[in-house]
């Protein structure tokens, strides 16, 4: 909230804060220009997280403005009034990179990375500017009364927004108007702003995921869950799919794909409980659909690379451009195909043969197990194939072997997640740690794979067509892979030393009920 | 932070009116602006209808006593604020008389402010005294409205032998001020002298009641007069002053 902002009851009249004024003060009244303004945040909130209010005010055909407001972390300060930029004119979605050179691009940008702000609500604003003036007819204090609007597809009238500014000097002049409106008005509680306050009436829910997790009743039968668990992947991917058609950022295709790789983990782990015809059709349904994803996603981690975003370290590389103008090609092919297969008759039934499905399952009267019994079952075996498939692994094990053990850790990950509320937390927060430990160390080690397997094949293409100085970068992009792969491998043993330990074990035992002791799981020899 | 001083020995010579319209055109412009009235009668500040007092006396702040942030009062107009006048400065040169390197303390004063404005005009009482010799020390550039007569050249003569005899030297830049193009000894001295002296802006300040009206309108003449000649002529001198340049040799 900005500092000297009050929000009224939307039934409040501009008129009713005249009069309080009025009564004490001599007040000048002047109307403002109608103004929009497009709320803006990321799909996953990052503005919000970081304590940034972002609006686009425009005014007619003229350009208009960002505004920023922050509240202070460790390394910036607070902004109070807000910071000001052009706006890049109504253009949203957009990119950091797509912003104007400002102050408000170097607040913004570091908070949002790789996302795109999108245009998450519009608000129509009718303002008036009220001056409080002293006995010499100088401007105390400038007051503006919003009265906004929300339009689109929800419109609905928006609390009143008051903003006492008083001028330098006379702030305690402010304080004194702020204390008879809100004396003689009555404001809202809390202190949202009236931008979370035109989000909310957007339907969005500022801070939370757009699908919300879900709660499971560990004595519900098995089936039922499992279900519910797989509804809220097909959630997830019916709410990014537009962002992937509209390519907006790359992480609505990278949520897309999560999203269908823990469906196909549930799918494997919990077949039993699902009849096997639609197991069949639908894992092979999903693996369309990871397939129709993965080229365009490897593309999108290679140029993030390049462009600095991912790991890879590209000090003193300037011959890379070749490299990047191919790669950009290969993604508008690769974009193209996914449209193409999300906007065929197979991707656009899907959601809805799968919900259909999932719904049966749930209503099934079929003999099944617990939730509880079936998710500690889950999770044992899952956490059992992985210890298995990690006893062999060296220095020198293949990447492929590598892939097959991470697809295991993703798979009881996405088990972890969906059977969250059912697990103990305390168990549940420690196994998840050491898998997800796990986890970030074999992607590093197939990253690199597929990145290295990747510039193998793009230096040969290149080597006929462009110079041999980004061959040669090519190359040194190659070996400093290497330097990470030996890295992600040397750290690779304690990872899986960790997440094969008797306590882990312990933890995977205890995740059904109360912990045992290490040393009572581990003479036990359980799971 | 850019400082620019209007400053003349003499009195009535249009200093307040120079002070408040090019800080009003400044800010205008966009630049975070900060006019400091330094004369005890306060004229700015009554034009700006801002009490002419400081708060606890303006003898604290050129003592350090309190800091100058605190005594600031924005006007009615965007990124325009005032340090308003006191009685108190009447004894100025005492007050900096009794300071450590009482030459450098408007300076000094200044210097806290250097992120919040991008300029400070010094309206200037006038005297030759430790006050100027703090003008002087504190401003980039030093403003100097001269009435076209035959001591003119004599007036500017000695300030540039004023600005000489100090050790940080800002840049002087004379302008005729108050011309009455009816009487010729005006007309020649505002066409020919300009000319012949690289520290004499080209742009001239006519006499005309609207300057005398902002003390009735109680604010800068561009902000009720906008399409007056004389807001075209402060808004020619305005560019001339910041930047030094000689941009148009026309008179008014």
């Known amino acids: 909230m900005e500092p000297g902002e009050v929000l009224f009851n939307a039934a409040t009249d501009p008129g009713q804060v005249f009069a309080a004024l009025g009564d004490r003060y001599t007040v000048r009244i002047e109307p403002l220009p109608a103004t929009r303004w497009t709320c803006l945040d990321t799909a996953d909130w990052r503005l919000h997280d970081a304590g940034m209010s972002l609006r686009d005010a425009h005014a007619g055909r003229r350009g208009g403005t960002l505004l920023l407001s922050a509240g202070a972390t460790a390394a910036t300060p607070a902004i109070t009034t807000p910071i000001t930029a052009p706006s890049p004119g109504r253009r949203w979605p957009q990119r950091a990179e797509g912003l104007p050179d400002s102050p408000v691009r170097e607040r913004v940008a570091p908070a ?20 409080v003036l002293d006995d010499e007819d100088k401007t105390r204090v400038r007051i503006q009364v919003d009265q906004l609007r929300l339009v689109g597809a929800r419109p609905a009238a928006l609390p009143l927004r008051v903003l006492v500014s008083p001028l330098r000097g006379y702030e ?3 304080r004194r ?33 757009p699908v919300p997790p879900i709660r499971l009743d560990p004595d519900a039968p098995a089936p039922e869950s499992l279900a519910a668990v797989l509804r809220r992947w097909i959630d997830v991917i019916d709410l990014v799919r537009p962002g992937v058609l509209a390519d907006v950022d790359t992480e609505f295709l990278h949520d897309l794909r999560t999203s269908v790789r823990a469906t196909r983990s549930l799918l494997r782990l919990g077949a039993e409980l699902l009849p096997d015809a639609e197991v069949t059709r639908f894992a092979g349904e ?14 999108d981690v290679a140029l993030l690379e390049l462009d600095g975003l991912g790991a890879t370290d590209l000090t003193g590389l300037d011959d890379l451009e070749p490299l990047r103008r191919y790669l950009r090609g290969r993604r508008r092919r690769a974009l193209a195909n996914v449209r193409a297969g999300l906007d065929s008759e197979r991707g656009r039934a899907l959601s809805a043969a799968w919900r259909s499905t999932l719904s049966a399952v749930a209503r099934g009267d079929q003999p099944a197990p617990a939730t509880r019994a079936a998710a500690n079952a889950q999770a044992a075996a899952a956490y059992r194939r992985i210890v298995t498939a990690a006893a062999g692994v060296n220095d ?32 549940h927060r420690a196994v998840l740690g050491a898998l997800k430990a796990l986890q970030n160390c074999l992607g590093d080690v197939q990253d690199v794979f597929v990145q290295r397997a990747q510039l193998a094949e793009l230096a040969t293409t290149l080597s006929r067509r462009d110079g041999a100085a980004t061959v040669l970068a090519i190359g040194a992009l190659r070996e400093r892979a290497l330097r990470r792969d030996v890295e992600a491998r040397r750290t690779l043993a304690h990872k899986i030393e960790r997440f094969r330990s008797a306590s882990t074990r312990a933890r995977v035992a205890g995740l059904g009920g109360p912990v045992a002791t290490v040393a009572t799981a581990a003479a036990a020899g359980a799971p | 932070m850019k400082s620019l001083a209007v400053y003349n020995i003499k009195g009535g010579v249009g200093k307040t009116s120079t002070a408040v319209n090019l800080a009003y055109l400044a800010a ?28 606890g006396g303006g003898e604290r702040i050129v003592a350090n006593r309190k800091p100058v942030e605190a005594a600031i009062k924005g006007t009615d107009f965007d990124g325009l604020d005032l340090l308003p006048a006191d009685f108190t400065y009447r004894h100025m040169d005492l007050m900096l008389d009794a300071t450590k390197r009482p030459t450098e303390r ?35 550039v030093l403003l100097s409205p001269l009435i076209p007569t035959t001591l003119s050249v004599r007036t500017l003569d000695q300030l540039t032998d004023f600005v000489r005899s100090v050790r940080h030297r800002p840049r002087l830049l004379g302008f005729f001020s108050m011309v009455d193009r009816r009487k010729r000894l005006h007309r020649e001295l505002v066409d020919q002298l300009p000319k012949e002296r690289d520290d004499l802006a080209s742009t001239a300040i006519p006499a005309q009641s609207i300057i005398e009206q902002m003390a009735v309108q109680r604010a800068p003449v561009p902000h009720f007069a906008p399409q007056s000649i004389a807001t075209r002529c402060y808004q020619r001198l305005y560019p001339e002053a910041m930047a030094g340049r000689r941009l148009d040799l026309a008179g008014p």
């Open chain 1, 286 to 299: 999903f693996t369309w659909l990871g397939r129709l994803t993965a080229p365009l996603r490897d593309l």
């Open chain 2, 106 to 140: 408007l300076h000094r004063i200044l210097e806290p402010l250097a992120g919040d404005y991008d300029l400070v005009v010094l309206d200037c009482p006038p005297s030759v005294s430790l006050v100027s010799e703090n003008v002087l020390r504190a401003a980039d």
């Open chain 1, 177 to 209: 108007c702020t204390d008879l409106l809100r004396d003689r008005l009555v404001p809202l509680a809390g202190d949202s702003d009236a931008t979370a306050a035109a989000l909310a009436a957007a339907g969005h829910r500022p801070g939370q995921p």
């Open chain 1, 172 to 174: 305690r002049d402010g």
């Open chain 2, 28 to 55: 205008r412009d966009g630049q975070r602006t900060l006019l400091w009235d330094l004369d005890p009668q306060g004229a700015a500040t009554y034009v700006f209808r801002v009490k002419p007092r400081v708060k």
């Open chain 1, 396 to 427: 020198q094990t293949h990447p492929d072997e590598l892939h097959r053990l991470r697809g295991r850790c993703k798979r009881m990950r996405y088990l972890l997640d969906g059977y969250a509320s059912v697990y103990e937390p305390q168990p």
């Open chain 1, 112 to 131: 949002i990375g790789i996302r795109a702000l999108l245009p998450l609500a519009e608000v129509e604003v009718h303002g008036l500017q009220l001056r």
